[in-house]
């Protein structure tokens, strides 16, 4: 039975995110099962949105993802404040709420901005014209609904090399309560210490409910090479190997938008417009300075402009806030005047100081373990009756670990690298049915995995610009990717650890790991392989670019003639307008950003209160 007699259309459904034969049809069956449990699609306690606004708002908040979410929903606390929320995306499908499908939705064109990178010289040479491929969410609770789910919060000393850098209130011990505020654990006394989590935040944090075998193995197979087996990350110690935590609610998946903005639905203050893309925003100037006048946006064809009373709090990523920044006739002239925009206000580190993790897959097969799909109506039978079995996890991507390459500091305490893992996973693919490499059909192959060395603080640095003036065209994205041949070497030391990883006796015997060997384009064929030469040019030719885009609109100090905000999140030098999402960080974190992204909006959300509040 539905949950509402008159549910709403959640798009896009699970079948159009798979295709080939009879798996369509078991796709639109499953869409409509999950559409009905309640716990999962929530269909009754969906956003509301708005056909169009009002004309004033004391604060406008552009962009519903993780950051923008927490920031509507808290901001609207105040029953006196009236808050407009802008997304340019719709609400969240029922199918991206089972955790096995966390990545049905990539490349879908209603849930991902499907970016891609300006033509790469030193990295992505195997992908089409070179360019990166760049997932976003564009859908209410952002890439938070295409993403893997992990809760994790970086090194204490990401957070103190912040405040050496000017920035007043953000070393390790400021941020580590505002990381609180949010989380509401569920593992608290299950190897989670309560001193460094809370049980009462509505961001639920708690690991999978099912668990492959071989996720334990790949820890036994860590330990086997000395590296230390821990149950929490984010606790006393930040190295070595774990079951990670995530952000999931009985076995669905919880993204900010769900922990924040549906139990804020119904408060009066709060509007909400989906599908709706914000194109400038405006600033007036007089004897005293600027500040902020009206944010100008589309929905539905339509044009509207709303004035802001307050404040304007751009939300939109390391990607879009940049964006929209420069759209809107700020930051460095020359880039403005490339596409005809007028200068607003001169801030000239818009946009520059981009950062982004990146990494390589290593792919194996399992010889000694048949290859079956672990999507079939027994898992699912299991997942509708108790939200158990497969399709509630990731398969071994839940296991993380953070160690250090023979290049980062020999005590291990600041690792540089992080591996995440891939197989076991309850879902189909975009190319067809399940992937080829675990076809069901294909009785002899064997079962797949990855592992995925990644660098957590790469010293190259790209730029987001300006296209065109067209709000509608995507922005210019050059990473720069493996500019700096240091990134290159330890990338290359993180291919060594995973080989021997896969080397390890646990996997050996009980598996019968077998690397999938690959010419990466030329590769093979002008260096020796396995060779670091042949490795250094895999990795150019098949790079991956880690969705942790940051540091496009830095926090520091006024005396930083780069930064764009101050540590109050307030964009220098225009009153009324703050950013606060992964395009703040001074520097990129050692670890996936979703959770320090709800920790820069909680604590953003409260320096607004304080200024307001007490005038």
Excluded at 202 to 215: G, S
Excluded at 372 to 401: C, F, H, I
Aim: hydrophobic fraction near 35%.
């Amino acid at each position: 039975m539905s949950c509402c007699a008159n549910a709403p259309y959640i798009g896009p459904p699970l079948d159009r995110t798979c295709y080939g034969g009879s798996f369509i049809f078991f796709m639109h069956l499953l869409n409509s099962l999950i559409t009905k449990q309640c716990d999962v699609s929530e269909i009754c306690e969906r956003i509301n949105p708005r056909p169009q606004p009002d004309s004033e708002y004391d604060f406008v908040v552009i962009g519903g993802g993780a950051g923008g979410s927490v920031v509507a929903a808290r901001l609207s606390e105040i029953p006196d404040w009236k808050i407009l929320l802008i997304e340019a995306g719709g609400d969240e499908p029922p199918g991206s709420q089972v955790p096995s499908m966390m990545n049905n939705y990539v490349g879908d064109s209603q849930m991902d901005w499907r970016y891609r990178t300006e033509p790469q010289e030193m990295a992505c040479l195997g992908k089409p014209g070179r360019r990166c491929e760049w997932p976003r969410g564009r859908v209410l609770g952002g890439s938070g609904v295409i993403h893997g789910m992990m809760y994790m919060r970086g090194l204490p000393s990401d957070y103190n090399e912040w405040e050496a850098r000017g920035n007043e209130g953000w070393g390790y011990e400021d941020v580590v309560e505002y990381f609180k505020k949010s989380e509401g654990n569920r593992d608290v006394g299950d190897g989670i210490e309560k001193k460094y989590h809370n049980i009462e935040g509505p961001m639920l944090v708690q690991r999978f409910p099912d668990r492959p075998e071989m996720a334990e193995d790949i820890l036994r197979a860590g330990a086997e090479l000395g590296y230390p087996v821990v149950e929490d990350l984010n606790g006393e110690q930040h190295w070595g190997f774990t079951i990670a935590q995530a952000n999931i609610k009985n076995g669905s998946r919880l993204s900010s938008a769900r922990a924040f903005l549906r139990p804020a639905r119904d408060r009066p203050n709060l509007h909400i417009m989906l599908n709706s893309t914000a194109t400038r925003i405006m600033i007036k100037s007089n004897d005293t300075g600027k500040s902020i006048s009206a944010v100008e946006f589309t929905s539905n064809n339509q044009s509207f402009t709303v004035n802001v009373r307050r404040e304007v709090v751009v939300s939109a990523g390391a990607i879009n806030s940049p964006h929209l920044l420069l759209l809107s006739g700020i930051g460095p002239k020359e880039e403005l005047d490339k596409v005809g925009i007028e200068q607003v206000h001169d801030l000239p580190g818009v946009g520059q100081n981009l950062k982004n993790h990146v990494s390589f897959a290593l792919n194996y097969q399992l010889k000694k373990i048949k290859n079956y799909n672990d999507l079939n109506w027994d898992s699912v039978k299991e997942y509708l009756a108790g939200r158990k079995g497969p399709m509630s996890s990731t398969g071994v991507t839940q296991v993380a670990a953070r160690i250090s390459s023979e290049y980062a500091d020999p005590d291990g305490r600041n690792p540089d690298l992080q591996f995440f893992f891939s197989g076991y996973l309850a879902q189909c693919s975009l190319s067809g049915g399940v992937k080829e490499s675990e076809d069901p059909t294909k009785s002899q192959a064997a079962k797949s995995f990855t592992i995925r060395p990644t660098l957590l603080r790469p010293r190259s640095r790209g730029f987001i610009g300006l296209k065109s003036k067209d709000p509608k065209d995507s922005p210019l994205m050059q990473p720069n990717y493996l500019t700096d041949d240091e990134d290159v070497i330890r990338m290359v030391a993180g291919i060594r650890i995973a080989q021997d990883l896969a080397n390890t006796n646990v996997l050996t015997r009980k598996y019968g790991i077998q690397m999938v060997e690959n010419n990466y384009g030329d590769c093979s064929q002008n260096y020796t392989f396995d060779s670091d030469e042949f490795w250094a040019c895999a990795l150019r030719y098949d790079t991956g670019p880690e969705n942790h885009q940051s540091c496009s609109c830095k926090m520091g100090p006024s005396s930083d003639p780069t930064a764009v905000v101050d540590p109050k999140l307030q964009v220098h030098g225009i009153e009324g307008l703050r950013i606060m999402d992964a395009s703040v960080m001074p520097t990129v974190l050692s670890g996936n950003t979703h959770a320090t992204v709800v920790m820069i909006a909680e604590k953003g959300s409260d320096y607004i209160k304080q200024k307001w509040l007490t005038q």
